[in-house]
């Protein structure tokens, strides 16, 4: 048992149809399929029944679904706990500049994919002033630009 099967089984089960939930896992339906069967043998039972085209979760898949959806939240509390103690969840970033024009969309993106970072962006005239920031251990990174 694999964790993308469960993954794809509980997208399954919410959706209750192969080809929507095919579509937002971004795989080909057949796939989905193949991996929902192969979990089902897993499982020893079938999770679904099938009539038609209709799939729906039957007693056992529902009493199977509780459980993964519990193990599915203890391992994203898990991953969460051990980013926050890694300190890569949250603190304090501060990137030097020469000015402040650098990438709007890739800090935007940035600052999405990590909201409770705080990033603490400043404007630096001269590289020799940014190297003294990096060496001192002031700032995390710096941003410069090679006249041509």
Known sequence: MELLQLKYFQT?????????AAEELHIAQP?????????????????F????????LNQFGKIFLEHVESALLSLEEGKRQVLEQA???RGRLFLATTNHKCD????????????????RLTQIPTEEEKLDLLLNGEADFCITSRGT
């Open 104 to 119: 709007a969309e890739v800090i935007g993106s940035f600052l999405s994919m990590y909201p409770n970072i705080n990033l």
């Open 49 to 56: 029944d099938r009539q038609n085209r209709q799939i729906r």
């Open 31 to 47: 796939a989905l399929s193949k991996t929902i069967s192969r979990l089902e043998q897993d499982v020893g039972v079938p999770l």
């Open 12 to 20: 399954v089960a919410r959706l209750q149809h192969m080809t929507k």
């Open 87 to 89: 300190g890569l969840e």
